[in-house]
């Protein structure tokens, strides 16, 4: 299975293209603001796509919540109670 990344570095690898977009059209004593956006967004883009990759096992989030909900509602158990009827008290 192949790993990908997902879509919170992904989302801060667009976010470092816009702020560098945006570089040239800001005022030249606000410069500093797409440069500091982007550089977060860098910081930020690494360091989740590197931990996505550096985990192991499955990387969808669904085969792991499958493979819990059939384990834990094995025996028909679910964590909670009911919600009372409507009206009564």
Not at 18 to 28: E, G
Not at 50 to 74: C, F, I, K, N, V
């Amino acid at each position: 299975m192949a790993r990908t990344i997902g879509r919170r570095a992904f989302f801060f690898a667009v976010t470092v293209v816009v702020s560098l977009l945006l570089y040239y059209p800001t005022p030249a004593e606000f410069r500093w603001v797409p440069i500091l956006t982007a550089s977060l967004g860098a910081f930020w883009a690494v360091a989740l796509a590197a931990e996505e990759l550096s985990r192991p096992g499955p990387t969808s989030r669904q085969g792991l919540r499958g493979e819990r909900a059939r384990s834990d509602l094995a025996g028909g158990a679910t964590p909670f109670d009911p919600p009372p009827p409507p009206g009564g008290g």
